[in-house]
């Protein structure tokens, strides 16, 4: 870069004399400059490469240690700054090509699994072959969240295996924290950090950790404190800082420690036992506890027994039964005389009972085991328990299912000989068709661990070995071409988003079939001979706004008027993108419904764009839209279906 005039000929002076011209390159700028200057936003990976090449100067200013190619990483991987050290000294050159290889091997890995598993309800443990690839979590992490964040509307599909990835690698990752949790001395334990790996496990991908949650009961220990404050302004309590191992000896002291919290708590902070949503999964999970401030019994006991320890105060988890109690000892400690406790119900608003009074809440008596303090370890099997037995209870649908495999695996990692749960476990994934490798390492478990399971045992070894061949040589999907003479009277095509004229839900077409596909004794509990054309007419796979999946009945559905996004989990399942007035089906799909596209497109058009600048006329009569939507038979055997006619 030269100072001097076009052809470096030369300049005039004021006073007319010709000067030497003085030739000055940006090579000759100091360091300092250049590699400000090269770390300008404008300039790119590429630019930095090429510029890089042009002479040993530049080469050497942009080595892969200095700032240039740290600016250059920062820029374009921000989320990933959190992993280094301010002013750290690193081959950012490296980490860039790192970084940016991960990201290739990453997107092709997510491609393919699109392809290889789209007929399968859940992916099962092929995605361990993001874990072969050898590469860093978190640059692993952060391309899966690149494409998590990317335009909504778009590569739907690829968002969609992207987040069941990013689920199980974030899962896989907890497991090992858990396990390495469990193998601590029980006194080193803490309610608090194992209810927070219960709740990271069940929500891998919301931003849950213990640093946050232990912020957050600080915040509620400092409220107690200045409660505390005014009523004893000398408390030992007060003095006590984050992280200081305390326990205050005198019972009047404790007993102010209690009350305030209880205010704080109960009447200044509003938090209350879940009544009216009991069930609710929610109600377990201690980062929902504190964003909702309600809980079930166990949850709010977590709560209650970590603040009462930050302020002094020693709190001991009781299993009692159908109703989790904490107990604070009233006498010398250490005694094992049920009496000598008082019982704190903290779903109760701290309310505190006798051991009598604590019967009265079951309606029933109890041997004095059950008042006895437990572990932590038991604690955790508790709850998990409490998630266990509400996907049991669920609906059948994936949300449930996925409950139901967080809770066993969490039960099984805590309590990994627990015939009862391996077995139910083994009967989940059987039952769902993945994972019968996995399967049968279970079911020899289990029949190592109790011989009398043969029966059960032997039962499924037999019919998931066969799910095994069968798997070696799978079907062809099946092609349903809207052209063919037995698919003359189907109407809609898949992508269309429709709206349900008895039940008003919004919903689009995945998938269709000619006729009713169901069994006998479905087509009668819908009672679908109640529609005038009753199974005799097309029926339809519709994805529901609520997140449900439905069959429908032709002569019920209607093109929405007003097309909107459904926001449902499995759309990016069939998906590739949503296109103002319509989806577009994946390849997957498409390979399924070959011509269906075609027929949306043309429905599309007519319904929505008839009225043109270029047209200068009012539509007339609107023709009845087509178009097409399916699955396949084992897809339908996975949905909830609707309680009314279709």
Known sequence: MATSGAGGEGYSGLNGIVSETEHKIMTDLPAELLEYILCFPVLKHVDICNVSCSCKRLHDVCHG???VWGHQYKLRWPR?????????CCDWLKEYRTRHTVGLQIRRTVVSISKRFFTEVVLGDSFAEIESLGAPEHFCEDELLS??????????????????????????????????????PAEQQ??????????QYCNPLADVSLDGISSQLEEITDKVKKMLRMKNSSHPSLRVTQGDCFAVEDFELERQVVVALNAVLYEQLQYKGNECDYYNP???????VLLRRTGIPISLSVLYMTLARKLGVQLEPVNFP????????????GSGDIYDFVYIDAFGKGKQLTAKECEYLIGHQVTADYYSAISTTEVLLRMVGNLLNIGKRGEGNEKSYQLLRDSLDLYLTINPDNVQYLLLQARLYFHLGIWPEKVLDILQHIQALDPSQHGAVGYLVQHTLEH?????????????RRSAPEHV???????????????????VIYGWDPKCTMSQEWITTMRVHQLSSGANQPFYNVLVQDGTCRYAAQENLEPHSAPLEIAHPEVGRYFSEFHDSHYVANEELQTRYPEDMAETLGTVRDLYHRLTPSSGQASGQQESPKGTGGSSQNQKSQENQEAMPM
Not at 151 to 173: S, V
Not at 282 to 288: A, E, P
Not at 468 to 480: C, D, M, R
């Open 65 to 67: 240690r200095g700032k």
């Open 80 to 88: 990933l700054q959190k992993h280094y050290r301010q002013n750290e």
């Open 147 to 184: 494409i998590l964040n990317s335009d909504r509307r778009k590569i739907l599909t690829l968002k969609y295996y992207a987040k069941k990835i990013l689920y199980f690698l974030r899962q896989q990752n907890i497991l090992r924290s858990l396990k390495m949790f469990l193998e601590q």
């Open 190 to 199: 803490s309610a608090l950090e194992g209810a927070v790996l219960v709740d």
């Open 282 to 288: 929610l109600n377990s999970y201690i980062h929902q």
């Open 322 to 333: 159908n109703h989790f109690l904490l107990r604070w000892c009233q006498h010398q400690r």
């Open 468 to 480: 095994i061949q069968h798997k070696k040589h799978p079907v062809e999907p099946e092609v349903k």
């Open 489 to 507: 009277e189907v109407q809609y095509s898949v992508g269309l988003i429709m709206k349900h004229k008895r039940s008003g839900y919004n919903c």
